[in-house]
């Protein structure tokens, strides 16, 4: 079946450890999208990339990072920079602007 | 900057009742509006996808309006179901490829 795949599903980090989350997808998708959700709240965009070797900034990129080598994958590296990482990570891919998001199921990140 | 308003935050209504849950935007420079579902502790599924020159899209129960002069639209539900227990989200997209705004949600209780 086509779909997003995000690993792992629960994810904990040290003190000034960088972890990157995975995002692997099978819909031959050109566009990806990284974004963050807190309690309650709605999602908000850290990164996206409409082609392969090519991302840009969303709305909350400071202390993330990105790689886009691959059309099919799209992780995410959360930097020791960003002090706030405890949030649910949602990665999405869609075919166009005029196409449907997709999403994968998350990833859970805690600090330890 | 695009900012995104949906309420009521929480509704709750009993089995059978049409709904009608709201999202208000303040640009309305937008290229389209998308209705998600969340379920608990997962990814979004995309309901309904509104192009910026459609007025409605429909699948099902569903049924999804949009004025974009005024900045709004609707998501409607009819003969609501304990199954459509959920988290609505709408997100809109502006005319910069790959950028969505989300509102943070309505969430959904539907009593038997």
């Known amino acids: 079946d086509g779909g997003i795949t995000q690993s792992p599903k629960y994810l904990f980090r040290k003190e000034g450890q960088n972890v990157t989350l995975s995002c692997e997808q099978n819909?031959?998708?050109?566009?990806m999208y990284w974004y963050r959700q807190d309690p309650g709240q709605g999602l908000r965009l850290i990164y996206y990339?409409?082609?392969?070797?090519?991302?840009q900034k969303g709305d909350i990129a400071e202390g993330y990072s990105v790689s886009r080598e691959k059309k099919e994958s799209f992780p995410l590296t959360v930097t020791s920079a960003q002090k706030n990482p405890t949030a649910f990570y949602l990665c999405?891919?869609?075919?166009?602007?005029?196409?449907?998001?997709?999403f994968g199921d998350g990833t859970r990140l805690s600090i330890l | 900057k695009q900012e995104v308003t949906q309420i009521p935050a929480a509704l709750s209504v009993p089995e059978g009742e049409n709904l009608v849950l709201n999202c208000s935007f303040t640009?309305?420079?937008?290229?389209?509006l998308q209705w998600f579902r969340q379920d608990p502790g997962k990814g979004l599924t995309s309901l309904l996808l509104?192009?910026?020159?459609?007025r409605e899209q429909t699948s099902g129960r569903l049924n999804a309006s949009l004025d974009k002069s005024s900045g709004r639209s609707t998501l409607y539900i009819a003969a609501s179901q304990p199954g459509d227990s959920a988290t609505y989200l709408c997100?809109?997209?502006?005319?910069?490829?790959?950028?969505?705004?989300f509102g943070d949600g309505t969430t959904l209780t539907v009593k038997p």
């Open positions: 999405a891919s869609s075919m166009g602007r005029d196409q449907p998001q997709h």
């Open positions: 819909l031959n998708h050109d566009a």
């Open positions: 990339s409409q082609i392969v070797n090519d991302f």
């Open positions: 640009d309305s420079a937008i290229y389209n």
């Open positions: 509104i192009q910026s020159s459609q």
């Open positions: 997100a809109v997209s502006d005319t910069n490829a790959g950028k969505s705004t």
